[in-house]
């Protein structure tokens, strides 16, 4: 395999998880994690190690919202890492994933630094910078 065919493999991977995201396709995500993946949210103080947790992690992200819309900004790659910076939107409908009041409507600047391995994520780092919208 080419560099440039490791690098398009590492972007396809990237996109099918914030597709599986956009349409709360929790399982489906998982199949791009490798099993020892590691996500974190450095502003949230998180860590979740392994698939199980990570499943958890997205699984009360997403129940915490709805109305998701992502809008990429900019996305690069190289063959061991995948840069995304994008704004997504949503509404709250439940406590505990951000300190907003439920119904409240949501924007967030969402730059992800991928790690990948073998053509999977093995590294998500998510620097999360929320805002209320009017």
């Known amino acids: 395999m080419t560099a440039q065919d490791t690098i398009t493999r590492n972007l396809e991977a990237v996109e099918a998880h914030f597709h599986s995201e956009e349409i709360n396709e929790v399982e489906q995500s998982l199949d791009l994690y490798t099993d020892d993946v590691v996500w974190e949210a450095p502003a949230r103080n998180l860590i979740f190690r392994g698939k199980d947790a990570v499943a958890a992690n997205y699984r009360g992200i997403f129940g915490s919202v709805e109305n998701v819309e992502f ?64």
């Open 71 to 134: 809008k990429n900004l900019d996305r690069f790659a190289t063959e061991d890492r995948v840069t995304d910076d994008s704004i997504v939107s949503f509404t709250l409908i439940r406590d505990g994933y951000l300190p907003f009041s439920v119904g409240q409507k949501v924007e967030m600047r969402l730059v992800h630094i991928f790690e990948m391995r073998d053509g999977k994520i093995s590294k998500e780092i998510a620097f999360e910078m929320p805002r209320a919208v009017a």
